[in-house]
């Protein structure tokens, strides 16, 4: 391991043994702290933040892409802060943690039989909602990560989420996909973060007017299954309880190649994501490029630099 892999696993392993000892309103102030320091510095991801900013909320001034810039660093360390805590919080912590509005669209296709796919861009804290699911409704789930580097920081994520009642598939490797569909179709629950995906086999989709690729794994899995797919929208507000939606059914269409049901399928997510972001633009945490147009030629989808990656830790 390189002294760049130690230093991140450590700060990470740090994180996890101190912050989850704070009292929450110490734990609240650090993450603040933090988040305008970064935002101060404006590095590199908040740059980023702001560029993303200003495709969602079109015609923002300067000033105003700066205020959201400055308040989505505030909501993405919350993320870490509750991240960090959530191992150490009690079952009734975790149940009040989380309100979201149209469950029944959950609840009713679990009691369908058929399995569900839950859909969800990168807002808010979607660790603490697959918690509460797992601890409030006694849901069980699978999942997919992004296998990092150094892998002891990937084993450290799988067992954090494991610990909170997640089965977690390695995203490389190739059997995702099928223990997926096996879930699904034994009537089970899978969770997806779907709204970025630079890989050749991404689903090209218009995203607030512009082009952006997002992963066919939903779509596809819905297909090949018979499972319900449900977007999911997550926001924070001014309380310690964050809240959700569930938006309704993306319906598979009746006619078409399975490819261009995946695009269609797709777009209805897009769609339903890009309503979330527009209503809660700060609590979108994408530090990283998106759209086609802001790649870099060589880390374009399919090509050997295209590691810019976000993902899922």
């Known amino acids: 391991m390189s002294a760049r892999d130690r230093l991140t696993d ?25 988040a305008d320091v970064a935002w101060k510095r404006r590095g590199t991801g908040v740059r980023r933040l702001e560029g993303n900013y200003a495709r969602v909320v079109p015609g923002a001034s300067p000033e105003r892409l700066a205020a959201l810039s ?3 660093m505030r909501s993405y360390l919350r993320y870490w802060m509750e991240s960090f805590r959530l191992p150490a919080w009690s079952t009734e912590r975790i149940k009040g943690g989380f309100a979201p509005k149209d469950l029944h669209h959950l609840t009713d296709g679990m009691d369908a039989g058929k399995g569900v796919i839950l859909a969800l861009p990168h807002l808010a804290n979607w660790d603490l909602a697959g ?36 089965e977690v598939l390695p995203h490389s490797g190739g059997t995702a996909f099928g223990t997926l569909a096996r879930r699904l179709r034994d009537g089970g629950l899978v969770c997806l973060v779907a709204d970025r995906d630079l890989s050749a086999s991404g689903v090209e989709v218009d995203f607030f007017g512009e082009t952006a690729r997002m992963p066919a794994g939903p779509a596809l899995l819905a297909q090949q299954t018979g499972a319900l797919l449900l977007p ?12 959700g939606r569930v938006h309704p059914p993306v319906e598979v269409p009746e006619s078409g190649t399975r490819a261009e049901k995946t695009s269609v399928m797709t777009q209805v997510l897009a ?12 609590d979108w945490h994408m530090l990283q490029r998106l759209w086609l147009k802001d790649l870099d030629p060589a880390k374009a989808p399919g090509s050997p630099g295209a590691a810019d990656g976000q993902g899922t830790p």
Not at 232 to 243: A, E, F, H, I, K
Not at 271 to 282: K, L, M, R, S, V
């Open 10 to 34: 450590g700060l990470y392993g740090a994180g996890w043994a101190t912050v989850k000892k704070l009292p929450e309103p110490a734990a609240v102030r650090l993450g603040r702290t933090v």
């Open 271 to 282: 769609d339903a994501f890009a309503t979330g972001i527009a209503d809660h633009p700060e």
């Open 70 to 72: 400055r308040a989505g």
């Open 232 to 243: 999911v929208t997550l926001w924070y507000d001014d309380s310690p309880v964050m809240q």
């Open 131 to 166: 918690a509460w699911v797992t601890t409030k409704l006694g849901i069980p789930f699978t999942t997919v990560a992004e296998r990092l580097k150094p892998e002891t920081l990937y084993d450290r994520f799988v067992a954090y989420r494991e610990g909170l009642g997640m």
